[in-house]
């Protein structure tokens, strides 16, 4: 009930393609999605977030679409930069309480953007 | 930028032994939380506290870890003893309003753990 499933493990993207990655959820009581990039040697730091009675939201390059029913949200980086090679984790908390910050990560995702 | 601050970078312990790690949240954030991040995977919670209050301790390992935040300031989370399967990247976060949605969660740089 608590996972997060997170796919692929690993992105190898050219220069000014697409990075998609997908996530998948079980809890229907999960109410907010961030998904986080880490850098080598360094913690992980919120990119973007929706919560799910939005379809979709952007914020430059960076595109989170959410489907409830489906209980599925991805993450899309257009044009993307050898600068966004990272690794990305989807994430998801509950709402009630103090609860926001207890996040359930999904497993990573590796990109690699070639030059 | 304010920044969790979290010492030391690396630790190299000898199973058995008892290891400690030390955050400093943003100031003024009254919320904090230690994940505990394994090699190729993300974050899993351990413990939360709201001010020097354990809110959550559900996902510590009770036999062999503690975690205080005597001063509701800074914390300290210790391992005694330590097993192999410990070895693993622990991450202390900060938060202004966890009963916030969209409030960030702010992590700092981790301690690595390696147990031998």
């Known amino acids: 009930q608590q996972q997060v499933k997170q796919s692929p493990q690993s992105l190898i993207v050219q220069k000014g393609g697409i990075s998609i990655i997908n996530c998948a959820y079980e809890n229907t009581a999960f109410d907010y999605f961030p998904w986080y990039q880490q850098f080598p040697g360094k913690g992980p730091a919120l990119l973007i977030a929706i919560r799910p009675d939005v379809s979709e939201k952007k914020e430059g390059r960076f595109t989170i679409s959410f489907n409830k029913s489906a209980k599925q949200f991805s993450l899309h980086i257009m044009d993307s930069q050898p600068g966004d090679s990272a690794t990305y984790f989807c994430?998801?908390?509950?709402?009630?309480?103090?609860?926001?910050?207890?996040?359930?990560f999904g497993q990573g995702t590796i990109l690699t953007v070639h030059p | 930028e304010a920044e969790v601050a979290q010492s030391p970078r690396y630790k190299i312990t000898e199973k058995s032994q008892a290891v400690a790690f030390w955050c400093d949240p943003i100031?003024?954030?009254?919320?904090l939380y230690w994940y505990r991040q394994i090699l190729g995977q993300g974050p899993e919670l351990l413990v939360q506290f709201q001010d020097e209050s354990v809110v959550d301790d559900s996902q510590l390992p009770k036999d062999r870890f503690s975690a205080e935040r005597l001063k509701g300031v800074d914390s300290t989370l210790k391992i005694q003893p330590a097993e192999l399967g410990d070895s693993a990247m622990y991450l202390c976060?900060?938060?202004?309003?966890?009963?916030?949605?969209?409030?960030?969660?702010?992590f700092g740089n981790g301690t690595r753990l390696t147990v031998t």
């Open positions: 994430a998801a908390s509950g709402a009630g309480g103090t609860s926001y910050g207890k996040l359930t």
């Open positions: 100031s003024g954030h009254a919320t």
């Open positions: 976060a900060s938060s202004s309003r966890p009963d916030l949605r969209g409030s960030p969660l702010h």
